[in-house]
T-cell receptor
Framework: NAGVTQTPKFQVLKTGQSMTLQCAQD?????MYWYRQDPGMGLRLIYY???????DKGEVPNGYNVSRLNKREFSLRLESAAPSQTSVYFC?????????????FGPGTRLLVL | DQQVKQNSPSLSVQEGRISILNCDYT??????FLWYKKYPAEGPTFLIS?????DKNEDGRFTVFLNKSAKHLSLHIVPSQPGDSAVYFC????????????????FGQGTILTVHP
């Protein structure tokens, strides 16, 4: 039982390049999330998927797209990377604890855009 | 507009003593609160949560207190251990219209806890 896995662990891009961050969970959770963490700031929500087949914008969606490929997988795509997207990206899946949800996080992807 | 704030960037305590981490929020719609612990180069790990219908929740050495009137919550760690040294994030969510079961989280900036042997 791996929980939430993310690939790659680390990536360097040049400005304008594109890439896709992969996330998978094996906990049979319905909801999945993408966050970014910048120095001195908490995690900020980029996009989320409440269930398979649905996606919605979070607090900072500009410059990103997402795909909920199936119940297990939720990918984040940067079409044209910018230095402002240098960050650590975390994927999470949400499981119910009683009536409310607790989110479980992957190990993160460190992205450097030059 | 920072809806969840952790005003202390860092906290240093001696092993065996109590660690108290604080968090304030401004959005009165928040009704579920969580604490996460994060080690370097790892993802956040869920610690403990509390619903707004309670004012206290305990789990072993960890206790979370909620003061709804002050819009303040705190995490107490007793006794503190060197392995508790990490960044601690508080997070909040609201139950959206219709009582949907998923919860978008709003995080504070984090507090770095250092526990000295």
């Amino acid at each position: 039982n791996a929980g939430v896995t993310q690939t790659p662990k680390f990536q360097v891009l040049k400005t304008g390049q594109s890439m896709t961050l992969q996330c998978a969970q094996d906990m049979n959770h319905n909801s999945m999330y993408w966050y970014r963490q910048d120095p001195g700031m908490g995690l900020r929500l980029i996009y989320y998927s409440a269930s398979e087949g649905t996606t919605d914008k979070g607090e900072v969606p500009n410059g990103y797209n997402v795909s909920r490929l199936n119940k297990r997988e939720f990918s984040l795509r940067l079409e044209s990377a910018a230095p402002s997207q240098t960050s650590v990206y975390f994927c999470a899946s949400g499981g119910l604890a009683g009536r409310r949800e607790t989110q479980y996080f992957g190990p993160g992807t460190r992205l450097l855009v030059l | 507009d920072q809806q969840v704030k952790q005003n202390s960037p860092s906290l240093s305590v001696q092993e065996g003593r109590i660690s108290i981490l604080n968090c304030d929020y401004t959005n009165s719609m928040f009704d579920y609160f969580l604490w996460y612990k994060k080690y370097p180069a790892e993802g956040p790990t869920f610690l403990i949560s509390i619903s707004s219908i309670k004012d206290k929740n305990e789990d072993g050495r960890f206790t979370v207190f909620l003061n709804k009137s002050a819009k303040h919550l705190s995490l107490h760690i007793v006794p503190s251990q060197p392995g508790d040294s990490a960044v601690y994030f508080c997070a909040a969510s609201d139950s959206e219209a219709g009582g949907t079961s998923y919860g978008k989280l709003t995080f504070g900036q984090g507090t770095i806890l250092t526990v000295h042997p």
